[in-house]
């Protein structure tokens, strides 16, 4: 039933999102130069890699760490780049990873494959298991504010909990938290 969803609604938000979604590319071209998306390599269901794109927020020569290692992220971000994080338009090409099954709109947010500590903690509390998710109930619940094992820990709440009715609580308190842009710390 879930991947139906994941299915219908990515479907319905990538025809509805079209012209918004083609402005970004235009717009993130024009602004930086370079490729126009980064495709992340990221920690599936399984601990399986796949490739997961994103509209490119930092200059190509941006060490791959996650975001909260660079001594100053700032530096990095291009001309567009700290609009299209803090509004969270940068996530809409995942809507493709949603589409070819890698993804989920909700689940724990997939690790970049070198935050072995993130892994590591998932692995050993089942949290592997899950599809990643567009949002999730760490995001909603502090996103980039919350240490490694806060996220876990809401990961496994998430995993406990799982159903239609908590993933739909969880994607409306996500719209609320774009919304007001609370929870993005870069």
Known sequence: MKRLVDLLLAILLMLALLAPFLALVVLVWLSSGGPVFYWSDRIGAGNDVFRMPKFRTMRADTPVLATHLLDDPALYLTPLGGFLRRSSLDELPQLWSILKGDMSFVGPRPALYN??????????????????????????????????????RLDVEYLQKRSLAFDLKILLLTALKVLRREGVSH
């Open 115 to 152: 935050q072995t500590d993130l892994i590591t903690l998932r692995t050993r509390h089942g949290v592997h298991d899950l599809k990643p998710g567009l949002t999730g109930w760490a995001q909603v619940n502090g996103r980039d504010e919350l240490s490694i094992a806060e996220k876990v």
